[in-house]
């Protein structure tokens, strides 16, 4: 099963964190608080749901660890972050978010390597 799925079906089950910690790095913020900008240019998303959100986050940081790094992270978090607030703008529910964001992070960065970091060969060594 791809991992992506494995978070959908995670939080369609309402098997997530709704007070996890909310999310804040790479240019991206998730509060239930505003303002929703700042002088700094980060994408800010305001939600009442914002530790469900911000589990998602942690989520995708998990999924992505592989591909995620210095060079690509301000790109992937802010796309993260604007992909929900387009979602929010269209008027969708928490659930419908997160379904569209796992959406448009694949598409757009495709789908997690999940492939560990060493070779079989290195199990028999």
């Not at 939600?47 to 469900?52: C, K, R, V, W």
Request: aromatic residues 12%; hydrophobic residues 35%; contains cysteine.
């Amino acid at each position: 099963m791809n991992i992506l799925h494995f978070i959908l079906e995670l939080a369609q089950n309402h098997l997530y964190n709704p007070n996890c910690e909310h999310f804040g790095g790479a240019g991206l913020i998730i509060t239930d608080k505003g303002p929703d900008t700042n002088s700094h240019g980060d994408v800010i998303v305001v939600h009442e749901d914002a530790g469900t959100l911000s589990w998602l986050v942690y989520c995708l940081k998990a999924a992505y660890q592989k591909q995620i790094f210095y060079g690509n992270k301000y790109e992937f978090y802010t796309s993260v972050g604007s992909f929900m607030n387009e979602a929010k703008r269209e008027g969708k529910n928490t659930h419908k978010i997160i379904e569209e964001v796992l959406y448009k992070v694949e598409k757009s960065f495709g789908p997690p390597t999940n492939k560990p970091d060493f070779d079989e060969d290195d199990l028999n060594k």
